[in-house]
């Protein structure tokens, strides 16, 4: 199947790409927002081409994942094609409700010819979808290998712009816990957040490539992830398939990602940094937790049942 698609999300994209179709990715001079191509950071297959809006106006593909609401007018524009009428299409809802939390109207709501996926039941639950069909399909990591060593006496922390998204990435639990305990922080936007925490500043990490990133991580003794208000970050899910053990909030779909023996997640950031320094203070049982944390998400959130997953909806909106 040929399936066009923006690169909006970078680790999710990933992972989809990495099934057994073709994808076509718009690309624009500035690779910005809306012409990204493939990633920079992340390795990709061949199948994952970058097309120009001129050479899509010509290719054939079978159908359009979507992913922001004005991609279905960059698609008329680019192609002539409305999604829904003219191709088959999807719409995956990547977030979280930014309004009112169970009162935000879908974008896509008043559609019936477009499906909206939701990355995690919690999100479909969340939404006032209306009249649109819906479906999740739950997220699905590669395997970077068990790399965990726990060497570092530290806390990992992966977050991009963290002070834009302060309180909805936690960024102000993470600057708080960094005041008690080592804490380094990986993503985009770090200069920011040294200016605006400079006791964190020694252990700040830019947007490091993937392969280096999962390095990096899994040397330290365990993974935070302070988010308030996502879908279901995916560098936990890498961080637990690294073979760390976890600590995070307990909001959203994390209850369902982390097992009690894979971490703690929970509300109280005391009890977070309690665990913390019973982890830096017993090596082994943080690797315990790290095996359980690899197991489970090996078993959950694998890129076959992801593929599987996938593979059931287009070729229900193909037919």
């Given at each position: 199947?040929?399936?066009?698609?923006?690169?909006?999300?970078?680790?999710?994209?990933?992972?989809?790409?990495?099934?057994?179709?073709?994808?076509?990715?718009?690309?624009?001079?500035?690779?910005?927002?809306?012409?990204?191509?493939?990633?920079?950071?992340?390795?990709?297959?061949?199948?994952?081409?970058?097309?120009?809006?001129?050479?899509?106006?010509?290719?054939?593909?079978?159908?359009?994942v979507l992913q922001r609401p004005h991609e279905a007018g960059l698609l008329e524009r680019w192609t002539g094609r409305r999604p829904g009428r003219d191709v088959p299409a999807v719409y995956v809802e990547h977030d979280?409700?930014?309004?009112?939390?169970?009162?935000?109207?879908?974008?896509?709501?008043?559609?019936?010819?477009?499906?909206?996926?939701?990355?995690?039941?919690?999100?479909?639950?969340?939404?006032?979808?209306?009249?649109?069909?819906?479906?999740?399909?739950?997220?699905?990591?590669?395997?970077?290998?068990?790399?965990?060593?726990?060497?570092?006496?530290?806390?990992?922390?992966?977050?991009?712009?963290?002070?834009?998204?302060?309180?909805?990435?936690?960024?102000?639990?993470?600057?708080?816990?960094?005041?008690?305990?080592?804490?380094?922080?990986?993503?985009?936007?770090?200069?920011?957040?040294?200016?605006?925490?400079?006791?964190?500043?020694?252990?700040?990490?830019?947007?490091?490539?993937?392969?280096?990133?999962?390095?990096?991580?899994?040397?330290?003794?365990?993974?935070?992830?302070?988010?308030?208000?996502?879908?279901?970050?995916?560098?936990?899910?890498?961080?637990?398939?690294?073979?760390?053990?976890?600590?995070?909030?307990?909001?959203?779909?994390?209850?369902?990602?982390?097992?009690?023996?894979?971490?703690?997640?929970?509300?109280?950031?005391?009890?977070?940094?309690?665990?913390?320094?019973?982890?830096?203070?017993?090596?082994?049982?943080?690797?315990?937790?790290?095996?359980?944390?690899?197991?489970?998400?090996?078993?959950?959130?694998?890129?076959?049942?992801?593929?599987?997953?996938?593979?059931?909806?287009?070729?229900?909106?193909?037919?």
């Amino acid at each position: 199947m040929r399936i066009l698609i923006w690169h909006v999300h970078g680790s999710w994209t990933t992972s989809f790409v990495h099934g057994p179709h073709d994808y076509l990715l718009p690309v624009l001079p500035d690779r910005g927002p809306d012409g990204r191509g493939r990633a920079q950071t992340w390795d990709w297959p061949a199948a994952a081409r970058e097309l120009t809006p001129e050479q899509l106006a010509g290719e054939a593909f079978d159908a359009v994942v979507l992913q922001r609401p004005h991609e279905a007018g960059l698609l008329e524009r680019w192609t002539g094609r409305r999604p829904g009428r003219d191709v088959p299409a999807v719409y995956v809802e990547h977030d979280t409700p930014r309004g009112p939390a169970a009162a935000t109207r879908h974008p896509m709501a008043e559609r019936t010819d477009v499906p909206v996926v939701h990355v995690t039941h919690f999100n479909r639950m969340m939404w006032d979808n209306g009249e649109a069909p819906t479906e999740v399909v739950e997220h699905g990591v590669l395997d970077p290998g068990h790399l965990y060593t726990g060497e570092r006496d530290s806390l990992a922390v992966v977050v991009n712009e963290p002070v834009r998204r302060s309180r909805i990435a936690g960024t102000d639990l993470v600057v708080d816990l960094g005041r008690q305990l080592p804490v380094e922080v990986y993503g985009m936007g770090m200069a920011e957040l040294a200016a605006a925490a400079p006791h964190l500043a020694g252990g700040l990490h830019e947007n490091y490539p993937q392969h280096r990133l999962h390095a990096a991580l899994g040397a330290h003794r365990a993974y935070f992830h302070p988010y308030r208000w996502t879908s279901l970050g995916l560098a936990l899910l890498e961080a637990m398939t690294l073979g760390m053990p976890v600590l995070g909030l307990a909001t959203t779909e994390a209850p369902r990602a982390v097992p009690p023996e894979a971490g703690l997640l929970s509300n109280d950031p005391r009890a977070l940094a309690a665990q913390a320094r019973a982890w830096l203070a017993d090596p082994a049982a943080a690797a315990a937790a790290g095996s359980a944390a690899r197991e489970h998400a090996l078993a959950h959130y694998g890129t076959d049942r992801f593929h599987a997953d996938w593979d059931r909806i287009l070729e229900k909106v193909t037919a």
